[in-house]
């Protein structure tokens, strides 16, 4: 049985003293890949540094849509120029958050076109962050001139949102959300949902599924959400295992 956490954060700080052990911990757990999503300009040598020592965790680079100010272009600017040299197998985390903060609404659209844009002209997939945003998300999307592939990273959408993404021929990222005791809703969405469209991911060092909500997140935790969907589909959770990774493998071309 083999796992692939395809949305964790490895070089945030909360992982700055026992990295080494979150690793043996998820290599324990048969993780075989990690997908470390970038987050600003300045996040990238953290990323990449971890790249380098972990031949596992492979880089996604993009501006994350909280850290979106009102230079964004200078912002883009500095994280394009990394494109080239760090080789990314995604554009990520990107998107629209209108939780936290619609200060910058505007310049968080522009942001999320352009790296969309990257991401089509460099035939890479996306990762998208769509907090309190989703239908926005789909709408600019579905509106592109040319076909987005990539990931709805923590997707918490209803049946019509499933069915918008699924018509886009995009992915469904599972994370602890779908493990939480109050997300029943969720969970009899994601039951019909086309299994060869979901990839598992931790969000790390957030969002850890039942039973450790509210503790610090990691790759060794995908087991659990991989349980969580076995249920879901009342299917073994090596099949869980062996379809989500296939379609990680597909959607980032992993070998
Ligand atoms: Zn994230």
Redesign the pocket.
């Known amino acids: 049985m083999e796992w692939i956490d395809t949305?964790t954060?490895l070089f945030a700080e909360a992982f700055s003293t026992d990295l080494d052990q979150t690793i043996l911990r998820a290599k324990k757990e048969n993780i075989q890949h990690c997908i470390l999503?970038n987050i600003d300009e300045n996040s990238i040598d953290m990323l990449m540094n971890v790249c380098r020592k972990y031949s596992m965790c492979s880089p996604m680079l993009g501006l994350h849509p909280c850290e979106v100010r009102s230079h964004y272009k200078e912002q883009l600017h500095q994280i394009e120029n990394n494109l080239s040299s760090c080789k990314p197998v995604g554009i990520g985390?990107i998107g629209i958050d209108l939780y936290w903060d619609k200060q910058f609404k505007e310049e968080q659209i522009e942001a999320f076109k352009i790296q969309c844009t990257w991401a089509n002209e460099l035939h890479l997939p996306v990762s998208i962050?769509c907090r309190e945003s989703l239908d926005l998300v789909l709408d600019i999307v579905e509106r592109f001139s040319f076909s987005l592939h990539g990931v709805f990273?923590c997707f918490t959408g209803n049946q019509e949102q499933l069915e918008r993404v699924m018509a886009l021929g995009m992915y469904l990222g599972i994370g602890g959300v779908i493990s939480f005791k109050n997300n029943q809703a969720l969970r009899d969405v994601i039951q019909g949902a086309d299994r060869s469209r979901i990839v598992l991911e931790t969000?790390a060092p957030y969002l850890a599924p039942h039973p450790n909500r509210g503790k610090r997140n990691e790759p060794s935790y995908i087991p659990l959400i991989g349980r969580c969907m076995a249920e879901i589909w009342g299917i073994g959770i090596d099949e869980v295992a062996k379809q989500s990774s296939q379609n990680a493998k597909d959607i980032f071309a992993l070998h």
């Open positions: 949305h954060h999503p985390e962050h990273h969000d």
